[in-house]
Structures are given as C-alpha cells and as structure tokens.
C-alpha cells in the first residue's frame, strides 16, 4: 500500500508552548488528507479534514483556533497544537486519500504535554 | 456511513485461522466495507475492501453476505503478529466527500501460543 510518513513519531512539551507535527504521502499525492486523535482505550476520533490549497473542515467540538491545519502541497499536511495543555495529550494521525479512495494512515504521533 | 457492529475481542490459536465478523445491516448499496487493523501504538493499516464479492489479497480474505448485511474478515494462518485492533467500516468509496473513515470500536484479535 502506499506510504505516509508522519514526524515526530512521539514529543513531551511544557504546557502552554506549541507542537507541530508533520504528515507526509511519500508515494502518492493526497488531495485530502484527514486527522484523528486517539486518547488511550478508545477508538480513532476525526478531527478535521483538509484539502490541498484550501482550509480545514472540523469536526464539532474541534477547535480551530487551537488545531491549526495546513495543508499546503498535495504530499504535506501540518497539524499545529497551539499552547498545548496536559488534556491536549494524546495520540495523533494522519490519514492521506490517494486518487483511488483508499485510505493510508501514518505511524502517529504521541503527544505527551507536561 | 452505516454504522457498524464488531464483536470486542476475540481469541484465536496461533496457526488456525482468525474469522472476524461484522455486522452492517443499514449498508447502502453505493458503500463498500472496508478492514483495518491498528497494532499498539501504531497507525491504522489497510487491510481489504469489498463491494458485494468476495475478496482476497496477500493478508486476507473477506467474504461478504448476499445482502451485504454482514462480513467476516478472514486471517487463514493468524500468527502473533496478527494480534490488533481490527475495524470494519462501510463507507462510499472514491470522492472527496466519500473518504473519511468513522471507526467503531472494533474487534481486538488476541492470537496466543
């Protein structure tokens, strides 16, 4: 299956500073890509999708402020954590859509916040 | 998307073969069913998809009802490498809109020894 690579795979910040992590489509072109977080014993949450040149779609209850998005070429989306605070910690995904619909995920990326 | 019903966890014998079922009996006929399984700590990892035939690959294969109301994905030779988190979703494939992916809380595959 083709491969999306996500960066860091785990970081621990202070409260209040911000963390960005980085999700690549190394083999294909994602026109779409699409981030969840995953708090511990639970399922795969979707946060918000986002489309190549344009802005983000959250999900409700996702603030955008706060989860900022950017997905500015069809292999790069960068989700930011704003002044993170220990409730921020979780686990993040990245997913990527190639041409033919099917869904490829990133290894994720835990977020510890002290 | 139709929602979807997993048993939460299932064992299966390192060797013998892991079949997992699902249910989607609100399916629609534009929406395939779709398998990942998440390893700990991991992102998910795509599995199968299937319209109304069955379907097989290098991983598995996955037999879907007549009526598409339910599936059972299945691991010929589960090692204990197989053990995960396994999630069946039925979601319409292909267009922007079409592909996000809702997860239940899918089925955990424990293979022992």
């Known amino acids: 299956g083709a491969v999306v690579s996500q960066h860091p795979s785990w970081v621990i910040c202070k409260s209040g500073t911000s963390v960005k992590i980085e999700c690549r489509s190394l083999d294909f072109q994602a026109t779409t890509m699409f981030w969840y977080r995953q708090f511990p014993k639970q399922s795969l949450m979707l946060m918000a999708t986002?489309?190549?040149?344009?802005?983000?779609?959250?999900e409700q209850g996702v603030e955008k402020d706060k989860f900022l998005i950017n997905h500015a070429s069809l292999t790069l989306s960068t989700l930011t954590v704003t002044s993170a605070h220990p409730e921020d910690s979780s686990f993040y995904i990245c997913?990527?859509?190639?041409?033919?619909?099917?869904?490829?995920f990133g290894e994720g990326s835990r977020l510890t916040v002290l | 998307d139709a929602k979807t019903t997993q048993p939460t966890s299932m064992d299966c014998a390192e060797g013998r073969a892991a079949n997992l079922p699902c249910n989607h009996s609100t399916i629609s006929g534009n929406e395939y069913v779709y398998w990942y399984r998440q390893i700990h700590s991991q992102g998910p990892q795509y599995i199968i998809h299937g319209l109304k035939n069955n379907e097989t690959n290098e991983m598995a294969s996955l037999i879907i009802t007549e009526d598409r109301k339910s599936s059972t994905l299945i691991l010929p030779h589960a090692t204990l490498r197989d053990t995960a988190v396994y999630y069946c979703i039925v979601r319409v494939s292909g267009g922007n809109a079409g592909n996000m992916l809702t997860f239940g809380g899918g089925t955990r595959l424990m293979v022992k020894p």
């Open positions: 986002s489309n190549e040149g344009s802005k983000a779609t959250y």
């Open positions: 997913g990527g859509a190639s041409n033919t619909g099917e869904l490829f």
